[in-house]
């Protein structure tokens, strides 16, 4: 690293991904960029609602609600209670505080303004220091399959609890939509790229089911780290967990580590586990990549700041024992993961 | 009248109209169709926004806001706090309850529903039973010329507290709109007519600039009686009063009278004036029209019910003295006050 701010990039999803940035942005000297799952987005009463985005907004910005785990925190439920009274839908809840992001996003969206603009617009109005990247500017929306059919994403996740199991998942618009240039700029002059301990199918998955995603994240200088979502055989929150058994693979740290090595060959060149998983170290590392395992439940402020530094110390870890200046691999070599494991 | 329910057909702004049409609602044997004035709408934040008629609405159902005049009761200000916060405008406040009947009309509109439409459903999800119907469902924008130039209405009205003099009031769209099909079958089923006492110029005054509207109500069967919104030389809410001196007339109770009278030959067959402007009464009739004085501030629910009686009665009183049945004249003849004027 050098001795100028570190540059960290976090792709992140809503929760997990927000608690993970947030405690990054406590750092000293650490420029952050976010790069965010988009592919929950859904309209509602007209509203243009970006949950996943939000979430790290608002937990950057200290004002996250904690009891409800998203949302914001003093949230009044007027508009709910209203909207509930003629007769619309409140299977998805927005809190009054809440819509007003909501509301401006829409307005500032139907006045040409991008999810890109309109996301720094908000950022900066919370005073926030770090960048909060939208993965794309055009909508990407997750379905998911259960039994009777495809569902939207949220209609699953929020509307049936995400109780039925999830058969299959595709991205609509995927394939028209781009990393945006923030996006990509963030991943190549990053000093460290984290996937945070975020669902590996719907949260990084989708930003990395967008073309060019990859490769830019295979080619960039950085060393690429994960935070794996499943402790102890279940995820810290969500669905992760059933969604490994019902599309394949296995709900442990060690699954976690399968899923990235086999989807994506030589992407991640480390994966943080948690201390109950320390067992899976030595079969992770045989995937091809770096594991060191550490407390990665995150209650508290100082527990999402320790994980921060813990991870970030990792990757630099991983440079160091590969022996190079950043970019340390050939960014076009296919096998950058291979040094840092061998430095593990 | 018949021994059926009355049909009470009210020509209305916002609080005054609201109020007097309440009194009306509060009547047995009634039924009470409300045409509200859509020339204060705005768009704010993406919402489509309709002041009076939601005025109407809420004061219905019993929700408004006593204390602010305009909104529901019961309210809280959290979306307003964060809009602030986003440095989106703020001069024109919305509630959170309030956001939600915006977000249904918004959404409704959007999805190709008429504002007639949208208003019924309100309405109906509101459980009220009168009809409550936008004067046009094409936008017609009041605008007003101050010193220095064309403001919005409510720019006017709301963001500077209508502090400026107004010195002209255009209708932007109202050649393009159209009373709607209920409006026109509220005025022509009606059994009495009431002008509510809202202002003369940009509440009434917008309603009757609508291409047709003076004619049907001319054509109509029922008696027409107006409620003066000056009482003892003052407005009871509202610039109606220093628009008078500004536009041109007197603000007084025979001022208002005269108004009438000069705009709308024939419109007007009786006036309810306050007990404080009782003096009036013979000059407004000298104009050709009934007369009538009665308390017509209106603080509690009481008084709207009282004032609502007193005006049905005038108007019930006008019909026997004419000594005939509605329609008791020619539908086609212009002079139809006369008959109302004698009996007085």
């Known amino acids: 690293m050098t001795d100028a701010n570190m540059r960290v990039t976090v792709l992140a999803g809503g929760v997990g991904g927000a608690k993970l940035s947030h405690g990054v ?3 000293p000297d650490v420029d952050l960029s976010v790069i965010v799952n988009t592919g929950d987005d859904l309209e509602l ?3 243009a609602i970006s949950p996943d985005v939000d979430t790290v907004l608002y937990t950057l910005a200290g004002l996250a609600n904690a009891e409800t785990g998203w949302g914001l925190r003093d949230e009044t ?3 709910h209670e209203m909207l509930g009274r003629y007769g619309a839908p409140t299977w998805f809840r927005l809190g009054d505080r809440d819509i007003a992001t909501h509301l401006v996003r829409t307005s500032r969206l139907a006045a040409g303004a991008t999810p890109t603009e309109v996301t720094r617009e908000l950022a900066a109005a919370l005073g926030l220091g770090a960048r909060v990247l939208p993965m794309a500017d055009r909508p990407v929306r997750t379905r998911i ?3 009777t059919g495809w569902l939207e994403l949220q209609a699953w996740f929020v509307g049936r609890r995400h109780a039925d199991d999830a058969l299959e998942i595709r991205f609509d618009g995927v394939d028209d939509a781009r ?3 923030a996006v990509l700029d963030a991943v190549r002059s990053a000093d460290v790229i984290a996937l945070a301990p975020s669902n590996p199918f719907i949260s990084i998955g989708t930003i990395l089911a967008l073309p060019g995603m990859v490769p830019a994240l295979l080619g960039a200088g950085a ?7 499943i402790v102890a055989g279940a995820a810290i929150k969500g669905p992760a967990d059933r969604m ?4 394949g693979g296995e709900a442990s740290a060690l699954g976690v580590a399968r899923h990235y090595a086999t989807r994506y060959p030589g992407l991640l060149d480390g994966l943080v586990v948690d201390v109950a998983d320390a067992a899976h170290v030595p079969a992770i590392e045989r995937l091809g990549m770096a594991a060191m395992a550490t407390t990665t439940v995150m209650h508290h402020d100082i527990d999402r700041r320790r994980l921060a530094e813990d991870t970030l110390a990792f990757a630099r870890d991983l440079v160091a024992s590969a022996g190079t200046a950043t970019p340390r691999v050939d960014p076009v070599a296919g096998d950058r993961g291979a040094p840092a494991k061998s430095g593990a």
């Open 223 to 229: 060393p690429v780290v994960g935070v794996s979502p």
């Open 45 to 47: 009463h007209g509203l």
């Open 179 to 181: 990393p945006t240039a």
């Open 145 to 147: 399959r259960i039994a």
């Open 77 to 79: 439920w007027s508009a």
């Open 25 to 27: 942005s406590m750092l």
């Open 244 to 247: 490994f058994e019902t599309l």
